[in-house]
């Protein structure tokens, strides 16, 4: 007789809901196994006089579940394939066999490979008394979650949702977070104990705040949280986003958003990235909130106007930058290793390779200046010129190498500006002399552009301070001599010099 397994739903806990036909091939079995004895239809079993051997010994041995799941089948296909077993065993699970029953899934996986025959007899699940207990319509959109999984992305506030497995007020707790990613905090959910089963069903609607601070879960605990159409709940989901700049576009739309292109609302990505810039720079992590938002607009607008084209969606973009993420983050999300910040960026570059190679791109033949984006502000610029060189050994031997060059450069402006050479020569040789002084950023590892941006707000201060100190004076800086404005300007260079001091 060849290997098999029959599994049977033991209903969600009404010994009455069970079918005839599973009644009795549990009756008629030689050797049945139950995941749990914690299921009120257990009772009826016994006396019915089955003799039943449990897992719950299992859950007592091991740390997780999914190390329980794989223990209780790795048994269960271990006592079919015994030749005592006769061949044919009954594992019988709480509720449906196929609704959130992990053992299950491996069985299925796991049978064929060892050419056991896997039946699966259905039972009462507990979503059925779930829609008839909590009283829903599944058609009216309807998803069931994992509260050992549950992620806040998951959720969507127009679909019906109940969320099983919530074991324990620790994991009632982490479903509470998860929602409160979405719901407001009062939003009112419903815990459901035990449906369906005389006696021991309890229905309690609280606000989701609440969720963690009641008693009584257990293995036949979940939570419900009713459908909405409420646009306010998905305020903070993507998909809300992507709908609302949909529909300024549209003809129904903003006539202003509608008339943009690419080209008229350049300028506004670059000055949102700015605005960003400026935020991280004053450490405001409130303004930093709204312009990284005012920036991720002008990202939609500009996928929105090619979704239109019917080249690319939004999503697409974010598919491409997650398969781009996960590509060159080997060390990661694959088998490489990265001790340190610098064997990380040397995986990413050589996955940036690959990626070039698998485009039909050959690296060895690209200019090694490649990749430096063109409209890049030019000091920026200079740097990453001069970064990409390096690497291939056009570099200084040493800073002193590079004070030099920068003498150099200031006498040739020097002597271009007293002979009168033409201004298109003077700032050649400008250009030259800042080319030289981003090369010595490098070497002291600064960011030239970082450096510069706060040179420019420490000058905004001082001369600030200056204007300030004259308006209480009752004067202004067009009706004030030099001498005194740099007299104040020593004076607010001594008050940022003591205030640096002071700084930890």
Known sequence: MSAAITVVGLGSGNPDRLTLGIMKTLQDAATVYVRTLSHPVITTLEELDIIMESFDHVYESHDTFPEVYDNIASALIKSALAEDSGGEIVYAVPGHPMVAEATVKLLRERCPEQNITLTVLGGESFLDEAFVSLGFDPIEGFQLLDAAELRSSFIQPQLHTLIGQVYDMFTASEVKLALMDIYPDDYEVVVGHALG?????????????????????????????????????????????????????????????????????????????????????????????????????????????????????????????????????????????????EDALQNWEQMKAEEKRRKGIAPEKQSVLDGVPRDLPALMKAYKLQKKASKVGFDWDDIES???????????????????????????????????????????????????????????????????????????????????????????????????????
């Open 197 to 341: 089963v005389e006696g021991e069903e309890s229905i309690v609607r609280l606000p989701l705040y609440e969720l963690d601070r009641i008693d009584g879960y257990g293995n036949l605990s979940l939570v419900y949280v009713p459908r909405s159409d409420d646009d306010a709940l998905r305020q903070r989901t993507f998909a809300r986003l992507h709908e609302i700049v949909g529909i300024l576009r549209s003809p129904e739309g903003c006539p202003w958003d509608r008339e943009q292109t690419h080209e008229s609302i350049r300028k506004n990505l670059i000055e949102e990235t700015y605005e960003v810039l400026e935020t991280i720079d004053e450490d405001d992590p409130e303004h930093m909130q709204e312009e990284l938002g005012d920036l991720l607009l002008q990202i939609l607008l500009h996928s929105q106007m090619e979704e239109e084209l019917g080249t690319f969606t939004v999503y697409d973009v974010i598919q491409g930058l997650n398969d781009k993420l996960i590509f060159r983050h080997p060390h990661v999300f694959g088998e490489n290793s990265a001790k340190n910040a």
């Open 402 to 504: 590079v004070f030099q060059k920068i003498e150099e450069e200031l006498a040739e402006l020097r002597e271009a500006v007293n002979e009168g050479q033409s201004l298109e020569d003077q700032a050649l040789e400008l250009g030259d002399l800042l080319f030289a002084v981003s090369n010595a950023a490098r070497f002291i590892k600064a960011d030239p552009e970082e450096a510069l941006t706060r040179t420019n707000r420490k000058f905004v201060t001082r001369f600030r301070y200056i204007e300030e100190q004259l308006k209480a004076q009752g004067k202004s800086v067009q009706d004030s001599s030099l001498q005194e404005m740099e007299s104040l300007w020593q004076s607010a260079k001594q008050i940022s010099s003591s205030d640096d001091g002071n700084k930890p």
